[in-house]
């Protein structure tokens, strides 16, 4: 009998946590400073709150911005009871390092991924590259803008899902 309360505890716990995971909506967003310096190095950062199918990753062009890594893949995971209840967390970060190649304001373009057989975009987004005289101070704004005195605040850009 103990066997048995055992074996439908863990199965009503595996049914929950499966549950729990179904129910999130998939996130791909662009992070990236709002204004850069000429001869800085800035990262450019697109975050999925999912698991993209395989390498469906697909970078935007950087035309008017040197390349200096590929993108770097890094992920986390995490798993929570709390009173009963089950949450996932998933997070894929690709990570490209780049540098300005003149001032201007430049438009990087939407990066792509495959979600469960769905492709997803990240939104176009502004960087504006100042000469070597101006101050940057690598400040960030999310979409809608934010003002040029808060700092380390990141330029987000939400995902439009496609068809595929």
Not at 54 to 62: I, L, M, N, T
Not at 131 to 140: I, K, P, S, V, Y
């Amino acid at each position: 009998m103990r066997l048995l309360k055992k074996f439908l505890i863990i199965v009503i716990t595996l049914c929950t946590t499966l549950v729990a995971w179904a129910g999130g909506a998939v996130s791909f967003k662009t992070e990236a400073p709002m204004f850069v310096t000429m001869g800085d190095r800035f990262p450019v950062r697109f975050r999925l709150n999912a698991k993209a199918d395989g390498d469906s990753f697909v970078a935007p062009s950087f035309s008017n911005f040197d390349q200096l890594t590929p993108p770097t893949k890094s992920h986390s995971s995490s798993i929570s009871i709390v009173n009963g209840q089950t949450s996932k967390s998933v997070s894929n970060v690709w990570t490209v390092i780049l540098m300005p190649q003149k001032e201007g304001t430049f438009t990087i373009g939407a990066a792509t991924v495959v979600v469960d057989g769905k492709s997803y975009s990240t939104q176009p987004i502004a960087i504006e590259v100042r000469g070597e005289g101006q101050q940057a101070g690598n400040q960030a704004a999310p979409q809608g803008g934010q003002s040029q005195n808060q700092k380390s605040q990141p330029k987000e850009q939400s995902a439009q899902q496609r068809a595929s």
